[in-house]
C-alpha cells in the first residue's frame, strides 16, 4: 500500500461528508425548476410538437405565438387590472394596518396581549375553505358579493396576520433612545413611527409589502367562492377556466398564460430575494 493512500482516503471522506448535503439540495432545486423549464419550454413550441415523442426541452421551432394569442385573450386586460388593483390596494391596506398593530404590540403591555397576538393567526391557521362559506353569510346580505370590496377586504384580513408578526420583531429592535429624543424635539406618535420607526425597519415593510402582494396576486379561492361575473375575474382565475372554455386543450397557450401570471411575481422575489429572506429569518429572531 502507498504511504499517502490512508490520508488520501482521509481527505475523500471529509470531502464527502462536507459536501453530501448538496445531493438532496441539487434534487429539490431540480424538482422545482423542472415544472417551470418545461412550461417556459411548452409556451414556445407550436402546439402540434408538445404531441411528438420524444418530447424535447427545447423547441424545434421557436414562436412567441401563444404570447401573443394570451394577451390579446378575449378579456385579458380586465383580468390583468383587477389583479393590479387587487393586489395594489390589499397590499397597501394590509402594510397600513400592520404597521400600526405591530407598532402597538413592540411598544405597549395590555391586557390579553398575548391572547390577541395568538388570536389575529388565526385566519392563517384556518384552511380558506373553512372561511368561505361564513364569509359569504356575512357579505351576502350587505350586497357585497362580486364586488371588488369582498376581495379587498377578505385578502387585506388574510395578509394582516403574518404582516404583524414580521413587523413586531422590527419594531422591538429599535431603540427606544431614537424615539425619546423625536419626543423631546417636540414629534408627535404619527411623526415617529412613520419618519423614524418605519425608516429603520425598512427590510421588514418591504417584506411584508412583498408577501402581501405575492398572497394577494396568487389569491384563488375566495375570488371563485366570492364572485360569479366574467369582469371580476384576476389573470390565476382565468387561468383556472382557460382549459374548460378552449375545448381542446392548448397548451402553449396556457403555459403562456401561466407564465404571464407569474412573471410580476418572479420579478419582486429576484429584485427583493434578500431583503425577503432577511426579513423574514430577523423577525422571527427578534420576535
Known amino acids: 500500500m502507498e504511504k499517502g493512500t490512508p490520508y488520501r482516503a482521509s481527505f475523500l471522506c471529509k470531502t464527502m461528508r462536507k459536501n453530501l448535503f448538496w445531493i438532496p439540495l441539487l434534487l429539490f432545486t431540480l424538482l422545482t425548476l423542472l415544472p417551470i ?21 427545447i423547441p424545434r421551432t421557436f414562436t412567441v405565438e401563444a404570447y401573443y394569442r394570451a394577451v390579446t385573450f378575449p378579456g385579458f386586460p380586465r383580468y390583468l387590472a383587477n389583479s393590479v388593483i387587487l393586489a395594489i390596494t390589499s397590499t397597501a391596506i394590509a402594510l397600513f394596518v400592520s404597521v400600526i398593530a405591530g407598532y402597538g404590540f413592540a ?13 389575529i393567526l388565526v385566519p392563517r391557521i384556518l384552511p380558506r375553505a373553512a372561511l368561505i362559506v361564513p364569509l359569504y353569510e356575512i357579505f351576502a346580505p350587505l ?6 370590496t369582498v376581495l379587498i377586504l377578505t385578502y387585506t ?28 424635539d417636540g414629534a408627535n406618535l404619527l411623526q415617529i413611527l412613520w419618519k423614524i420607526v418605519a425608516p ?17 396576486w ?29 375545448g381542446l386543450p392548448d397548451w402553449p397557450l396556457l403555459n403562456a398564460f401561466t407564465i404571464i401570471t407569474i412573471i410580476p411575481i418572479l420579478v419582486l422575489y ?18
Not at 423549464?37 to 424535447?56: D, G, M, N, R, V
Open 37 to 57: 423549464l418545461w412550461c417556459i419550454s411548452a409556451s414556445f413550441k407550436h402546439p402540434i410538437e408538445l404531441y411528438q415523442t420524444p418530447p424535447t426541452i
Open 143 to 148: 350586497g357585497l358579493i362580486d364586488t371588488y
Open 218 to 246: 396568487n389569491e384563488f379561492p375566495f375570488v371563485l367562492a366570492l364572485t360569479s361575473s366574467p369582469q371580476m375575474r384576476t389573470l390565476p382565475y382565468q387561468l383556472y377556466f382557460l382549459r374548460d372554455t378552449l
Open 270 to 287: 429576484i429584485r427583493f430575494e434578500k431583503n425577503i429572506v432577511s426579513g423574514i429569518l430577523s423577525g422571527a429572531l427578534k420576535g
Open 107 to 119: 411598544r405597549y403591555t395590555f391586557w390579553m396581549r398575548s391572547v390577541l397576538l395568538i388570536m
Open 200 to 216: 429603520v425597519s425598512l427590510p421588514g415593510i418591504l417584506t411584508v409589502i412583498v408577501v402581501s402582494f405575492v398572497q394577494s
Open 157 to 184: 384580513a388574510t395578509a394582516i396576520p403574518l404582516g404583524t408578526w414580521i413587523l413586531i420583531g422590527f419594531f422591538q429592535s429599535v431603540p427606544k433612545e431614537l424615539e425619546e429624543s423625536a419626543i423631546l
